[in-house]
């Protein structure tokens, strides 16, 4: 069996080299161009330095020509770390620098961002930048044009399953992203359990809907590629509104959809799922956050010809890691939808403090164990020692458990309720983002004397970032400016959406910040926040 992802591809490529592996907005790709183009790429960064093991920041947006610099880097033997190029260039100086790439592949359109790190300091003069053409002045390029001198037959990629295949960075509470280390192996773990559970075949057109930095999108990818799917990208401009992502699913005739509960929650609130619609649609998969069951309720009526599906799962363990099929919903049902049952290969632990079964029906900390489980943190010997302990069990003395930091009860038929975080991790908008990275952007403010960022459940966002403040001088603090001031520092989808101003925080009996009194403030909706 073959060890590698982009040695999967390339049978499937083999098998269907005329189907149309990827798509966007016209910019189609054959499952023979896919092959062809990326062994170029990958001739072509071995030709300017690149070994196994080496990392290759990806600086494009979501594109065909993305995916197929994906496969060039790993047949290469290298890592690709796809880059968020919503980030402000302060907050890639953090990641870019850490990921330590032999070579920055740039699209012409993510030139400014690639200005913005080295302007904030994050671009080693050794790293190769190598832009899709070289008119910028980089001297490497890997445009179409450019790579026609290259071999298009394959190279040895000299990888096999436990070398890393990509390193997604996520929100770190301390303030600094963390690297997460997939495997190749890592992924397809996963896909030998979905493939066949999903029954992803020739015949299926598969939506990409998150971006590419997401681990949700490997699924697409791979999901596909190795299936002999069609893979859709979701243009980034469609991310939200919910009949624009109607229209898509409609136009393409998508026939599975991963997709987040936000966007299932914007789509079913703005009336944007017909009744009786997308008869392509086969599945509807959801990840990533709690899927309201008054929301699926309303997608399961809407279509009954949908079979509907929770995963769970963190980056670390790889795409998913349990799953709950949804057989029958009532659109009046209210109670929560489970976590479900461990994928093949994978387990869910419910413990207690002492790292014993909690017991069932009772509340614990749930861990993950199995084939999906990433070998660590990037370079982060003392976050990986954390989270990622050896398994307690006399049984599997090489086993290693991650601790998810989620909260969950597992009933007496072994199914997993998810109960909540046990940290200040929450998700906005499909968005992982821990409350301490964003805390500390805001207490940074010369602005502000004290601050602090707390989650509130919100009807759309899944949950709201809160931002209560006093200001450093009574006078004069506008929020909008401070929204803008933090641009500077975050990603959109970080900063708070949510202000109120106070003239002192609230404090516990112990002198700090009482963040349930802060919760309290901000929800329901207070007439003295400013919403804007
Ligand atoms: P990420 O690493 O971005 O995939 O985020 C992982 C976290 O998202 C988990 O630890 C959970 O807190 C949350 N999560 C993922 N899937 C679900 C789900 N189906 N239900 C509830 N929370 C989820």
Request: proline share 8%; charged share 25%.
């Amino acid at each position: 069996m073959t060890e590698t992802l982009h040695e999967r591809v390339g049978e499937q490529s083999a098998r269907t080299p005329d189907a149309l592996a990827v798509a966007m907005e016209g910019e189609t790709v054959t499952y023979q161009l896919l092959e062809t183009e990326s062994n170029r790429l990958a001739r072509c960064l071995r030709d300017v330095g690149c070994e196994r093991g080496d990392r290759v920041c990806l600086f494009l947006p979501k594109s065909p020509a993305a995916i197929v610099a994906m496969l060039g880097v790993l047949k290469a033997g290298c890592a690709y770390v796809p880059v968020d190029l919503d980030s402000p260039g302060a907050r890639l100086a953090k990641i870019v620098p850490r990921a330590d790439p032999r070579v920055v592949l740039v699209a012409q359109a993510a030139t400014p961002q690639l200005e913005e790190l080295r302007t904030a300091g994050g671009l080693d003069s050794d790293v190769l930048v190598g832009s899709s053409s070289a008119k910028n002045g980089t001297g490497h390029a890997f445009g179409a044009d450019d790579l026609a001198g290259f071999s298009p037959e394959p190279i040895d990629s000299g990888v096999g399953g436990d070398d890393a295949a990509h390193i997604l960075f996520t929100s770190g509470s301390t303030g600094e992203p963390k690297g997460v280390v997939i495997t190749h192996a890592n992924v397809l773990a996963f896909l030998g359990w979905a493939i066949p559970y999903f029954e992803i075949g020739q015949e299926d057109r598969l939506s990409g809907h998150p971006p590419l930095h997401f681990d949700l999108s490997t699924f697409d990818i791979y999901g596909a590629l190795t299936s002999g799917a069609q893979l859709h990208l979701v243009p980034p401009a469609l991310n939200l509104p919910p009949k624009g992502i109607a229209r898509f699913i409609e136009r393409h005739e998508l026939t599975q959809w991963f997709s987040v509960p936000s966007v299932l929650t914007y789509m079913a609130k703005f009336d944007a799922v017909p009744e009786g619609g997308f008869p392509s649609l086969r599945r509807v998969l959801s990840c990533g956050d709690v899927l309201p069951s008054p929301v699926l309720g309303h997608w399961a009526a809407r279509l009954p010809h949908v079979r509907f599906t929770n995963l769970y799962g963190p980056t670390e363990a790889t795409i998913a890691s349990s799953f709950h099929a949804i057989e029958t919903f009532s659109p009046t049902e209210t109670n929560a939808i489970p976590i479900g049952r461990a994928c093949d290969r994978e387990e869910l632990l419910v413990l207690d403090e002492a790292l014993e079964p909690a017991g069932a029906g009772v509340a614990g900390d749930l861990y993950i164990a199995g084939a999906g489980l990433s070998p660590g943190y990037w370079r982060d010997e003392e976050k990986t020692r954390a989270a990622f302990l050896p398994d307690p069990r006399p049984d599997r003395p090489a086993g290693r458990l991650y601790r998810t930091g989620d909260r969950a009860r597992m009933d007496e038929t072994g199914v997993v309720h998810f109960l909540g975080r046990a940290d200040s991790q929450v998700k906005s908008r499909g968005y992982r983002i821990e409350l301490g990275e964003v805390e500390r952007a805001v207490t940074a403010l010369p602005e502000l004397r004290e601050a602090a960022v707390v989650g509130v459940e919100s009807e759309f966002e899944g949950t709201s970032l809160c931002c209560a403040f006093a200001a450093a001088e009574t006078e004069g603090v506008s929020t909008q400016r401070l929204k803008q001031a933090l641009r500077a520092t975050l990603p959109q989808y970080m900063v708070p959406s949510r202000w109120l101003a106070l003239p002192v925080l609230p404090k516990n009996a112990n002198g700090k910040i009482d963040r349930s009194e802060i919760r309290r403030l901000f929800a329901p909706e207070p007439a003295e926040s400013t919403r804007q």
